[in-house]
């Protein structure tokens, strides 16, 4: 588990240490559990910074979305590109009617397998998301949500504007939840020394959430979300009233506010 890989284990450990607290934000005792079993270094990942808040929130913002959108499609699929270790399936826990697809690469699908229970109507695909052939397994009658958390930044541009345009032109309506970074979070991201040692590439930024539409034919834009303003993120990270004026007044700053959104689309 190297490279973007190892991410998952990352945002897995954000999830468990947030379900450790007295109000957790998304109460994960799927991925605690799975913590506790898997055998690695978790204290390395220097936590301090705050990603036992950043990830949790970005994962229940996302299950807020994925939540409304099976409500209105009960007879739908649902495509969790780039799933990693974590658990929604199992916290949104979708009723029978709904064909969920967990993808990841295959050695992080292999560890999935030894860590989670199967389901019904549920299955694991383990391949690139860019190598299209995956694709074939599924069945493309039902609408679909497909949800990226904390993937698309590490496609190239190209690969990731053909994999939307295969699944809008296959599926026959259909809903993309996503978390993006902006150009400028992409650079600087990529500056961050532990970032350069582990040899992690990022590499898709998105500058204008309006491009995509016409990038991808059928793509309408529905929600942006500035994530690094909401206001729950910010009352949990910010510990000082000096942060919270910080926070207050990044906050009014266009760049800031679109340096991470979450981004969501219908066709
Ligand atoms: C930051 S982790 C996020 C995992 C999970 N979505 C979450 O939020 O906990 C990024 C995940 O994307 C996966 N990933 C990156 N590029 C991928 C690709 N081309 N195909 C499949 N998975 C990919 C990595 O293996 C990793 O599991």
């Not at 890989?5 to 947030?18: P, V």
């Not at 379900?19 to 957790?24: F, I, K, M, T």
């Not at 939307?164 to 993309?176: D, Q």
């Amino acid at each position: 588990m190297t490279k973007e890989k190892e991410t998952s284990l990352m945002t897995l450990y954000g999830k468990a240490l947030d379900n450790r607290v007295e109000h957790p934000i998304l109460g994960d005792k799927f991925a605690d559990e799975a913590v506790k079993r898997i055998d690695y270094d978790f204290a390395r990942l220097g936590f301090e910074r705050g990603g036992h808040i950043t990830l949790p929130m970005r994962a229940r913002h996302l299950d807020g979305w994925a939540r409304e959108f099976i409500a209105a499609n009960p007879v739908s699929t649902v495509l969790h590109l780039g799933c990693g270790l974590d658990t929604r399936v199992f916290r949104i826990d979708p009723p029978a009617s709904v064909l969920w697809y967990d993808i990841d690469y295959p050695d992080v699908i292999e560890l999935r397998r030894r860590l989670y229970p199967e389901r019904q109507n549920y299955a694991m695909i383990g391949s690139s998301v860019t190598d299209l052939r995956w694709l074939e397994e599924v069945p493309s009658d039902r609408p679909v949500l497909v949800i990226a958390e904390g993937l698309v930044m590490y496609l190239s541009e190209d690969a990731a504007l053909a994999l939307f345009r295969r699944i809008t032109g296959t599926f026959p309506a259909g809903e993309f939840v996503f978390d993006a970074y902006s150009r400028l979070m992409t650079r600087l991201i990529s500056l961050v020394p532990a970032v350069r040692a582990s040899g992690i590439t990022l590499a898709w930024g998105i500058g204008d959430p309006l491009e995509l539409e016409k990038q991808v034919p059928g793509l309408r834009l529905v929600d942006s979300v500035s994530f690094l303003t909401m206001p729950e993120l910010v009352d949990r990270l910010s510990v000082s009233r000096l942060q919270r004026v910080t926070s207050g007044v990044m906050g009014r700053l266009g760049f800031y506010r679109r340096l991470i959104r979450h981004l969501r689309y219908r066709f």
